[in-house]
T-cell receptor
Framework: QKEVEQDPGPLSVPEGAIVSLNCTYS??????FMWYRQYSRKGPELLMY????GNKEDGRFTAQVDKSSKYISLFIRDSQPSDSATYLC???????????FGDGTTLTVKP | KAGVTQTPRYLIKTRGQQVTLSCSPI?????VSWYQQTPGQGLQFLFE???????NKGNFPGRFSGRQFSNSRSEMNVSTLELGDSALYLC???????????FGPGTRLTVL
């Protein structure tokens, strides 16, 4: 079983919808939680970075971490066609240089 | 500030050959990590370098190696290429081990 499991998708939503992306993990040593967005044929782009449990908001994006349930989420409000991409969750313990990634969820936002 | 750069962007090799990929981190970043991304396996950690020392290594065979120079630039080498080595190779840099990583655009390697 993988250390990080990500809802596989794909997801297709209409423009303006609220999107929820989720990952679960098994390694209780993980302390750093990241969400990346990756467009086709590009490298991953950091969206959100959270240390330990709690919520973090940045514009239309909200990241939630529940360490007791080993569950993290990314919410996208008022989704736009430009949000269409693959979203990757990533986690690490004390060394952010060695992150463990989920397999990604491909999101399509239709105009 | 310039982002992480990787060269070359695209590469085609044949089985048995070797290849060297290069990564220049963001200025001031001392940690460089390498990942392999394939449709079947996703993003997998290869190794991480910090101040010219390999600090972590993933579960890849010894054909995969790397190094880091005093200016933090890094190279990775794959010897005796196999068809399964075809992938997007991503480099990421960070200030230090607890800092977030920033990825480059990747080098797409095709092995024929």
């Amino acid at each position: 079983q993988k250390e990080v499991e990500q809802d596989p998708g794909p997801l297709s939503v209409p423009e303006g919808a609220i999107v929820s992306l989720n990952c679960t993990y098994s390694n209780s040593a993980f302390q750093y939680f990241m969400w990346y967005r990756q467009y086709s044929r590009k490298g991953p782009e950091l969206l959100m970075y959270t240390y330990s449990s709690g919520n973090k908001e940045d514009g239309r994006f909200t990241a939630q971490v529940d360490k007791s349930s080993k569950y993290i989420s990314l919410f996208i409000r008022d989704s736009q066609p430009s949000d269409s991409a693959t979203y990757l969750c990533a986690m690490s313990d004390t060394n952010a240089g060695k992150s463990t990634f989920g397999d990604g969820t491909t999101l399509t936002v239709k105009p | 500030k310039a982002g992480v750069t990787q060269t070359p962007r695209y590469l085609i090799k044949t089985r048995g050959q070797q290849v060297t990929l290069s990564c220049s981190p963001i200025s001031g970043h001392r940690s460089v990590s390498w990942y392999q991304q394939t449709p079947g396996q996703g993003l997998q950690f290869l190794f991480e370098y910090f101040s010219e020392t390999q600090r972590n290594k993933g579960n890849f065979p010894g054909r995969f190696s790397g190094r880091q120079f005093s200016n933090s630039r890094s190279e990775m080498n794959v010897s005796t290429l196999e068809l399964g080595d075809s992938a997007l190779y991503l480099c990421a840099s960070s200030l230090d081990q607890t800092d977030t990583q920033y990825f480059g655009p990747g080098t797409r390697l095709t092995v024929l």
